[in-house]
Every structure is written in C-alpha cells, then in structure tokens.
C-alpha cells in the first residue's frame, strides 16, 4: 500500500507542478466560453453584415421589409393593410444585420428587370456590391402556388433567405385575408406568433422551467464530464510508453508489483483531472455569483436548472467514466513501444467511446428514449449517458444505481484485463502483439 500511494504522490504531484497543466487549468473555462459564445455570435449575427436587394413585383411588400423606425410612403388601395405591417407588426422582423435595398416593380417583368442586380453580385465595387437578390412574382399574391426566389453568391446562405421568406410569406398572408374582406387592424392580430414556454414537470409533481438554459448546462457538464478522461487517459498512455522507452520500469518493477504501479498510476492522474475539474467548478462558482445573486433578487429559481444533487451525479460519474477509460489507455501503452502506434491502436476505441458524446443532442433532447436508456445502462457509455439524462430529467432511481453497478463491474473487469496485460506488456518490446498475442498473454499472466 505504501508503495501505490508513493506512485501516487509522485503522478500526481509530477502533473500539477507543470506550467501547462496550471496554464490550462486556468485560461480552459474562458477558452469553452469563447467556443461557445463565438459561433452563436456569428450565427445569430448571420456571419456579417448583408445587402439583399428586393424585387417586388407586387410592389405592395415594402413595409414588410422597413424597419420599424422607417417611414413608409403609403398611395396604393392595400394602405390600411400595409399600415398593420408597418404600424403594429409583431411577427418576424428584419435583422439590424440585413440592409434591404428595395425596387417597386409592380406590374412589371420581374425576371428581367432582376438581372442587372444579379450581375451586381459578382463585382467586386463595395458600392455596388450585393450579397443577395430576392425575387417576388407579380402575381404572388393571387397565386398561391408563384415561388419565391432567392438568388446568392453561396449556395449555403439559408439563414438569410429563410428571415426573407417568412416576412414575405406574413406579409402576403396579411394581404391575402384583407383582399378577402377581413378588417386590416385584425390581421396582424390573427397572424401574430404565441410564445412556447417549456414547462418540465417532475416525477414529484412539480413544475420546472428553463429548457433552454438546461440544454446548454447539459452540454458543459457534458464536455467537463468526458475530455478530462480523454485527456487524462492520454498523459496515462504516453507516461507508461516514456517509462517503457527510458526501461525506467524495469526499475519500478523490481520494487513494486505491476498491479501497485498500475493501480497508483491511474488513480494519481484521476486526482489530477479532479483537481483541475474542482478549480473549474470553482472558478464557474465564482463568476455566476453575482448573477446567481441578482437572479435570486429577481424572483429566479435556480434550483429548476441546476440541483445540488447534480453536483453528487457529477462526482460519482466523472470517477466512473475516467476509470473506465483509463484502462483502455494503460492497455495502449503497455502494448506499444512508441507514441505514435499507440495513437493507431487506441483511435478506433475512442471514436466508439465517444458515441454518447456524438448523440448528445438526441439524448439531451429526447432522455427517455430507448435507445438513451440502453445507452445509460450499458458498459462503458454508462456513465456519461446517464449523467445527461440524470440532468435533464428525472430517470428511476433504480436507472441510477443499475447504471452505477454495470459501470462498477466493468472497471473491475477493465482491471482485471488490463493489470494481466500490463503485467506481460510493461517488459514487452519490438513489434505490437497481435490480437491472438493478446489472449495468450492473459492466459499467461
């Protein structure tokens, strides 16, 4: 015992005293931050500012199209209706993103006069330039079946073209229902959009919501949950392969057995990645108090997005997914002399231990599914499976424990297999055993 926790200290303590390892202990909470803010940024942002010109051949859709700020100047029959538009919209509006440069061509050969502006989407003059042309038929609004067209320099600029056709779409429904005698100061009314509040009622009864704000939560603890393992398991392999290399463990082994040596390497490097996990519980801690404060001050139950049991899920969970995957790691470096085979064996491993990351966001949305809760009780996605679903809602207790004592046997089979391996493996050089070689080691051992 002495000898394990002498491995122990000196894992541990060789991994938190390097600069990399408080480096990124330190700067990892804002570099997922950045991950996570930026692209949502550029996205909600549509990836930049965007000229579109429209070309309405009904020439009855510009107030759709204004801003609620802009004056519209209002002469044609369809006045009222376009005054509930622009007056009292409150369906989808323009993104402060999208400059609309609008032509009236009502009456019009609208597929003509729209190709001097598709020219203008090659040149290369900032003046002129346009990132779009949106396309509306003379005849849209008596013609329900007349497409809409959007003409772009990228094939895959849906996000624009989709804001273009839901404010056409709305405003010629509006204008359809008050050509059908329904008064213009109700169709805006009849049209407008119901906000949805997801309510999530638990097995006690009780209403939670906050979906949204869940769904993000379950993808961090999610991330906090799964690389420290990966990456944890990573320093384990590549430590056992530089031992190999160096025949540092011909030394260890004459004074500790490999089941000390492997037992200690793997539980000090688990207190590593604890380490770093509890300094960014506590950095996440510290900055969400003040909004936790102000949240509480405002009436906000916190409590309906993050539960203190989470907290016990968490650490009873990261401790079972790193064992797991740990030994996979050692296995890896016992068996191969160099870093670089090891990165060829252990790869198609850890792409299948990564399926319950890959299927997050079927799991987080839908966590009662069948093929969630098989996940959840499954050896070696057991663990991170059940965490999310443990998150999000409220699975059976007998879930919980059921997935807590597969994941308990398999660690123990895990090493179980891997102490045998490591034991023939450690001393082992030259070419990678075949998989045959594998079993007769195990057998051997």
């Not at 009222?80 to 989808?92: C, F, H, M, V």
């Not at 809409?148 to 320099?153: A, E, G, T």
């Not at 996940?375 to 409220?394: D, H, K, N, Q, Y």
Request: charged residues 20%; contains cysteine; glycine residues 6%.
């Amino acid at each position: 015992m002495n000898k394990m926790f002498a491995i122990f200290k000196r894992e541990y303590l060789q991994a938190v005293r390097k600069k990399t390892f408080i480096i990124m202990t330190l700067l990892f909470p804002f570099l997922m931050v950045a991950v996570m803010v930026i692209p949502g940024l550029l996205m909600s942002r549509g990836m930049g500012q965007k000229r579109v010109a429209v070309i309405d051949g009904t020439g009855q859709l510009e107030a759709a199209f204004a801003r609620p700020e802009e004056k519209v100047e209002k002469t044609d029959l369809e006045q009222e209706a376009r005054k509930s538009l622009s007056g009292r919209r409150r369906g989808p509006q323009l993104p402060s993103t999208i400059t609309i440069e609008y032509v009236n061509r009502q009456g019009q050969d609208v597929e003509a006069d729209s190709k001097a502006f598709l020219d203008r989407l090659t040149t290369d003059t900032d003046e002129e330039k346009l990132e779009g042309v949106f396309v509306v038929p003379t005849n849209a609004i008596a013609d329900q079946e007349a497409p809409l067209k959007y003409y772009s320099r990228s094939a895959t600029d849906l996000m624009t073209q989709e804001r273009l056709a839901r404010l056409a779409n709305r405003a010629l429904q509006s204008l359809r229902l008050s050509a059908n005698g329904v008064e213009p100061e109700l169709v805006d009314d009849l049209l407008r959009d119901l906000p949805v509040e997801a309510v999530q009622i638990s097995r006690t009864g009780e209403q939670k919501t906050g979906g949204e704000l869940n769904f993000i939560v379950a993808f961090i603890f999610g991330a906090l949950l799964i690389l420290p393992s990966f990456v944890y398991g990573q320093e384990t392999m590549r430590g056992i392969i530089q031992e190999k290399t160096d025949r540092v463990v011909e030394v260890l082994i004459s004074s500790v057995t490999p089941m000390q040596l492997l037992t200690g390497k793997i539980l000090g490097v688990a207190a590593v990645g604890l380490t770093q996990i509890f300094v960014w519980i506590a950095m996440l801690a510290l900055a969400g108090a003040y909004g936790a404060t102000t949240a509480a001050m405002a009436g906000v139950n916190l409590s309906q997005f993050i539960r203190p049991a989470v907290f016990v899920y968490f650490f009873v969970f990261f401790i079972l997914a790193y064992l797991t995957y740990v030994c996979v790691y050692a296995i890896a470096g016992a068996i191969c002399n160099n870093e670089k085979e090891a990165q060829q064996f252990i790869m198609p491993l850890v792409m299948l231990m990564m399926l319950p990351w890959f299927l997050m966001m079927p799991i987080v949305m839908n966590p009662d599914a069948p093929f969630a809760v098989g996940f959840s009780i499954s050896p070696v996605f057991g663990p991170i499976t059940m965490f999310v679903r443990a998150l999000v809602t409220e699975p059976p207790l007998w879930h919980l424990l059921l997935s807590v004592a597969i994941s308990i046997v398999t660690i123990a089979v895990f090493f179980w297999v891997t102490a045998k391996i490591f034991r023939v493996g450690i001393l082992s050089y030259g070419k990678r055993p075949t998989i045959p070689e594998l079993w007769r080691w195990l057998k051997a051992a």
